[in-house]
């Protein structure tokens, strides 16, 4: 059975500090992306990585993929409000017939002043 | 302005009944999904469709059913054999299915079994 886990499930952290959320799947693949959600919103994508060793970043977040390892780091630098949301990553396996995604349990992140 | 709309945004369902949520999209992309998303949890695949007139099952079919006679839409039906279909239920799109393409979400529909 294929798995996508995130850690920490539940994030409190405060403004200004660092922190990185971690996505660990079980199958191969080198097509890994990250979302964030918004109470009751749909899915933002924030994040496509489509090789080993990919590295995006977009204002305080940074993104990065190493698919020897299987896993998938999601960095946030300075923290401010604004980023507060539930993060998932989704992986889509190369052992697809389709383009599938498997998506990790989320992260819900709160930033406090 | 391109984009994936659903409707409705909300719906109540009786037990017993069968319901259809809508999904549009005006991307010109060749693949559809549906997932489903439960309280605190990530989403679940229902179905996808690859082309028109073709979709496969995802992880959780049982109790669903879709259609694509139209590249522009892919609507789900929950069916009475759903047992516990309260959810919030997103419709994605992609470019195509062959691996590597990003899938975009539409505004989704929470669904209430009164």
């Known amino acids: 059975e294929l798995k996508v886990e995130q850690n920490p499930l539940f994030l409190s952290m405060q403004e200004k500090k660092n922190y990185t959320i971690y996505c660990n799947y079980s199958?191969?693949?080198?097509?890994l992306y990250w979302y964030r959600q918004d109470p009751g919103k749909s899915l933002e994508s924030l994040f496509v990585l489509l090789s080993n060793g990919a590295v995006k970043q977009e204002g305080r977040l940074m993104a990065s993929l190493d698919t020897k390892a299987r896993l998938s780091t999601l960095h946030i630098t300075a923290a401010v409000h604004d980023l507060s949301a539930t993060y998932f990553c989704a992986v889509d396996p190369l052992s697809n017939t389709g383009n599938q995604f498997y998506f990790g349990t989320g992260t819900s992140l709160t930033v406090i002043p | 302005d391109g984009g994936i709309t659903q409707s409705p945004k909300y719906l109540f369902r009786k037990e017993g009944q069968n319901v259809t949520l809508s999904c549009e999209q005006n991307?010109?992309?060749?693949?559809m999904y549906w997932y489903r998303q439960d309280p605190g949890q990530g989403l679940r695949l229902i179905y996808y469709?690859?082309?028109?007139?073709?979709?496969q099952k995802g992880d959780i079919a049982e109790g669903y059913s879709v259609s694509r006679e139209k590249k522009e839409s892919f609507p789900l039906t929950v069916t009475s054999a759903q047992k516990n279909p309260t959810a919030f239920y997103l419709c994605?799109?992609?470019?195509?299915?062959?691996?590597?393409?990003?899938?975009?979400f539409g505004p989704g529909t929470r669904l209430t079994v009164l």
């Open positions: 469709s690859q082309i028109v007139n073709d979709f």
């Open positions: 991307l010109n992309h060749d693949a």
């Open positions: 199958t191969t693949s080198d097509r």
């Open positions: 994605a799109s992609s470019i195509g299915a062959g691996g590597g393409d990003e899938q975009f």
